[in-house]
């Protein structure tokens, strides 16, 4: 895993309002009083039908990379210095749009300023599957669209679309709502190489926007049938350094067995309702089969199929993330009652 990499913050501008007839948000969204939302975790999505002939969507940011579609046509890309994608001249009939977050964000984010239609816009029902994955760089989709494993900073955050992650690409193709709370470079007890230790994924998973320690999540409205969990691969990449907690590997894995615990509990709590889907790799396989066990449910557990590797800094490919969803998919067909 490539250490963290962080980005310069987002400087918040005026956005046009966001507040539309049903439209259809994928993910954790702060709104702004302009009418706005900010956000930053990856694969966000913005979901309206409408009816008309066009359709332009906003987004204010300095870093990040969307995607819109029409009718599931990729109909333009939003970069920063170039904020608008305009859709004209669509059969006048009903459409839906969609805008798709691909990069990731570590501090920043962005702000949605809507969609604007030459035509009017019609309630957009979300969907009657939800999964959530939360996870690290492998989850986040990190540098998965490179030619190479070599990879400047700037490259890794331009070639990662986490919109073609394992975790969408499962979502997509089972027509399922999905959020994606992933960072990379975070463990569940260890980030790589051991930097940033107050800055574990359970601590970052408690906040709306990754990079704001005072932004809350609040998730009242969101009860996902399926919960995908992959961390492990940041605690155990890296050896462990004089002036760290834990006297030996023993001691870590101990650590991350009971960190883990935790955190499946409060999510079980959280979620009661939930299944659970744990990932992982043969250097922590072991201690994820006792975090499952000792769960008190049935959580199957299932060992990452051998990769590639071939994206920056020896990350998932697009042909991994292919391959990790078909994996998922044939795991989850195995779950009696998963979608009620």
Request: hydrophobic share 40%; with cysteine; net charge negative.
């Amino acid at each position: 895993m490539r250490r963290f990499w962080m980005l310069a913050p987002l400087a918040l501008i005026a956005a046009a309002p966001v507040a539309q007839t049903g439209m259809h948000i994928g993910g954790r969204v702060i709104a702004e009083d302009n009418g706005g939302v900010r956000f930053g975790w990856p694969a966000i999505y913005f979901e309206q039908r409408f009816r008309g002939t066009g359709v332009t969507a906003t987004v204010e940011t300095a870093t990040e990379i969307f995607r819109l579609y029409v009718d599931g046509k990729d109909r333009g890309t939003l970069r920063p210095g170039a904020p608008t994608v305009k859709v004209v001249e669509l059969a006048n009939g009903e459409h839906v749009a969609r805008l798709e977050k691909l990069t990731e964000s570590q501090s920043g984010g962005a702000v949605f300023g809507g969609f604007s239609f030459e035509g009017v816009p019609l309630p957009t029902p979300a969907r009657a599957r939800r999964i959530e994955f939360i996870g690290d760089s492998h989850s986040a989709g990190y540098g998965n669209t490179s030619a190479t494993r070599t990879c400047t900073r700037q490259e890794i955050h331009d070639t990662t679309d986490t919109q073609q992650a394992f975790g969408p690409l499962l979502a997509k193709g089972l027509d399922a709502d999905y959020r994606v709370n992933a960072y990379s470079g975070a463990g569940i007890v260890r980030n790589y190489n051991g930097v940033a230790p107050e800055q574990n994924l359970p601590i970052l998973y408690g906040r709306a926007i990754p990079g704001e320690a005072d932004s809350r999540a609040n998730d009242d409205d969101w009860h996902p049938q399926l919960i995908v969990i992959k961390l492990g691969t940041n605690d155990f990449s890296t050896p462990l350094h004089a002036g760290e907690k834990w006297a030996d590997a023993a001691a870590l894995h101990a650590d991350y067995q009971a960190s883990y615990g935790r955190f499946l509990r409060v999510l079980i709590a959280r979620h009661p309702k939930a299944h659970f889907l744990l990932m992982a790799s043969d250097p922590f396989l072991a201690d994820v089969q006792a975090v499952a066990k000792a769960s008190g449910r049935v959580v199957p557990v299932i060992r990452t199929i051998d990769m590639e590797l071939t994206g920056c800094d020896w990350h998932p490919s697009l042909k991994d993330d292919r391959a990790v969803a078909d994996q998922l998919e044939e795991a989850i067909a195995a779950m009696p009652g998963l979608w009620g």
